[in-house]
Structures are given as C-alpha cells and as structure tokens.
C-alpha cells in the first residue's frame, strides 16, 4: 500500500488549502482513511476520517465547520479541504489507512506541510 500526500504550501490566515492523499496498491472499500497532524513539539493528532465505503466522516473539534474530507473513488484519492485556516493549523499533515474495525491506521503517507501566517 502506497499512500502519496500533497497540496501542502504557505498561506496566511483566512485562506483556504486542499490537501490530496493518492492511495494505491489495493482495493479500499473496506479501509477508512485518515487525516492526522503534527506540529512542532507536540505529539501527533487526529484531524479527519472517511470510511471508504459509507463515506461516513468524522472530525476533531477544532476543524468542525472549517475542513470537509472527501473521496474520490475513480481517482483512489482522498482530498481534505480546509479553509479559513488559522495559525494553529501550521503542522505536517499526514494521511493514513486503515482496516475498518482493527482500531487502527497501518499505513502511512510521508506528510506535507502546512504553515498558515498570521
């Protein structure tokens, strides 16, 4: 399983990024598909998820009403857009995939980054 991240960058305060996770190297009807972040000193966090086949989301309460996670099953791709960024948003962010139900992720992107100017 490979699991490719991109669409990270600079922008200030109030602007808007959409991240991509392109999966491959299996078929991901059963996985759900996660966003995390890590910023400078601070343990890693959930972000958003989206469950392959429902598309059921769930989110951290900090990016309610601000991120939308979404799929794109022809393209094996998971898109996290995120807007009115603040500059607590400033982390790598992470994809990851995991089986439903083993209450885990077991495979990683590489990360982007994100910094959001004030």
């Known amino acids: 399983v490979q699991l490719q991240a991109s669409g990270g960058g600079l922008v200030q305060a109030g602007g808007s990024l959409r991240l991509s996770c392109a999966a491959s190297g299996r078929t991901f009807s059963s996985y759900v598909m996660g966003w995390f972040r890590q910023a400078p000193g601070k343990e890693r966090e959930f972000v958003a998820a989206i469950r392959w086949s429902t598309g059921s989301t769930y989110y951290a309460d900090s990016v309610k009403g601000r991120f939308t996670i979404s799929r794109d099953n022809a393209k094996n791709t998971v898109y996290l857009q995120m807007n009115n960024l603040k500059p607590e948003d400033t982390a790598v962010y992470y994809c990851?995939?995991?089986?439903?139900?083993?209450?885990?992720?077991?495979?990683w992107g590489q990360g982007t980054q994100v910094t959001v100017s004030s």
């Open positions: 990851a995939a995991g089986v439903v139900g083993t209450g885990g992720y077991h495979y």
